[in-house]
Nanobody
Framework: QVQLVESGGGLVQAGGSLRLSCVASGRTFSRSAMGWFRQAPGKEREFVGTISWSGGITYYADFVKGRFTISRDNAKNTVYLQMNSLKPEDTAVYYC?????????????????WGQGTQVTVSS
């Protein structure tokens, strides 16, 4: 079992930055790929980015490339989502997810564990 707890969300002005954290419990974190997804009101959950278990491979959705960066610290059982140049359309609940695989995926159904989400609101 892996439990995930996100934090770091909040209200920020357009152009600003936030760093989300996701702390995992359980001994399998270092062997799990991690993903970030988001869901805006009235919209489906969408893929943001993913990082491999080693941290050596990352992949991002086109709409965040160059603005968001995913990293992880396996010693702290934590994965991060650094978000820069935020836009109002980035407003959503952001979720981290763990996949029992070395590599991540763009597909939400391939993840085994999910956090409760953290709200990010970007004002114009």
């Amino acid at each position: 079992q892996v439990q995930l707890v996100e934090s770091g969300g909040g209200l920020v002005q357009a152009g600003g930055s936030l760093r989300l954290s996701c702390v995992a419990s359980g001994r399998t974190f270092s062997r799990s790929a991690m993903g970030w997804f988001r869901q805006a009101p009235g919209k489906e959950r969408e893929f943001v980015g993913t990082i491999s278990w080693s941290g050596g491979i990352t992949y991002y959705a086109d709409f965040v490339k160059g603005r968001f960066t995913i990293s992880r610290d396996n010693a702290k059982n934590t994965v991060y989502l650094q978000m820069n140049s935020l836009k109002p359309e980035d407003t959503a609940v952001y979720y981290c997810a763990a996949r029992s695989n070395a590599l991540g995926s763009m597909q939400a159904w391939e993840y085994d564990y999910w956090g409760q989400g953290t709200q990010v609101t970007v004002s114009s």
